[in-house]
Nanobody, 120 residues
Framework: QVHLVESGGGLVQAGGSLRLSCAAS????????MGWFRQAPGKQRELVAT???????NYSDSVKGRFTISRDNAKNTVYLLMNSLKPEDTAVYYC??????????????WGQGTQVTVSS
């Protein structure tokens, strides 16, 4: 089995920073793209940022220039550094990874979600 475990959420004032981490563990053969999504109350889950195994990144327009995604392939971990946070960034943030395990082909895995709350 494969698991994604997130950490780093919390409450921060507008203009502040947080760093999220997501570590993949289990019977991993390889990890392709990793990324972060978020879902605010009453809204659909949306893409925040993704990063390929080679380090190519993609960001939503709403976070471009403020958030930075990175990964440590040796640790099977993806990070999201969030600067200049705004109240509209408040959401549950989910880690996503496309992982091939020892028993399954490439498959989408999701973390349990971590709450980020930005106060004005």
């Amino acid at each position: 089995q494969v698991h994604l475990v997130e950490s780093g959420g919390g409450l921060v004032q507008a203009g502040g920073s947080l760093r999220l981490s997501c570590a993949a563990s289990g019977s991993i053969f390889s990890i392709n793209a990793m990324g972060w999504f978020r879902q605010a109350p009453g809204k659909q889950r949306e893409l925040v940022a993704t990063i390929t195994s080679g380090g190519n990144t993609n960001y939503s327009d709403s976070v471009k220039g403020r958030f930075t995604i990175s990964r440590d392939n040796a640790k099977n971990t993806v990070y999201l550094l969030m600067n200049s946070l705004k109240p509209e960034d408040t959401a549950v943030y989910y880690c996503n990874a496309k992982i091939a395990s020892m028993t399954e082909d490439l498959h989408d895995y999701w973390g349990q979600g971590t709450q980020v709350t930005v106060s004005s």
